[in-house]
């Protein structure tokens, strides 16, 4: 039996993902151990474009998540992860991620994906920046939780970059504060 047939059957003939029945199509899964149908999904044009990278990514069309991410299929829960790690600026997403089980083969597996799309951090005229850089604060920044303001035109020397693509870390008046990437200029 083909992959095909194989995911016609196992999908009931819809979307694994949003439940769709139009437009379906194999969607095999990169960093997938093997080429087998345990390895794809069946996605409607929807999300396989968005999946894609052909349409914009509309995180809203990705609540759909809630259900599927409770599939028994290894690569729909696979699939599932990754997509909700794409929407993790959504609070909806935070809290399905949070409550995702998954065994530690097929989370490796998942983990494998979402590194290759992790968004770059960028600065204020949209370059690049990487740990170690050198940038400077084009805004007046109150710190939370502590008694002072980062000035404008602060340089902030070998910054860090965390889990946020938002977000820098850097030392600031002798703290290591979290500043807000779009707040900085690359130097």
Known sequence: MSIENTLHTRSENKCELCSNTENLSVYPLPHSPDETANCAVF?????????QGDADFAASHWRCLNDSMWSAVPAVQV????LLHKCSAESWAQDALDMLYMD????AWADAGVADEK????DVNGVVLSAGDAVTIIKDLDVKGASFTAKRG??????????NPLHIEGKVNG????IIAAYTKKN
């Open 175 to 178: 703290q290591r504060i979290v």
């Open 104 to 107: 530690d083969a097929n989370k």
């Open 43 to 51: 996605v409607c044009g929807v999300c396989h474009a968005q999946i």
């Open 79 to 82: 699939l599932a992860y990754r």
């Open 119 to 122: 968004e770059p951090t960028l």
């Open 154 to 163: 602060t340089p902030v020397r070998n910054i860090g970059l965390s889990e």
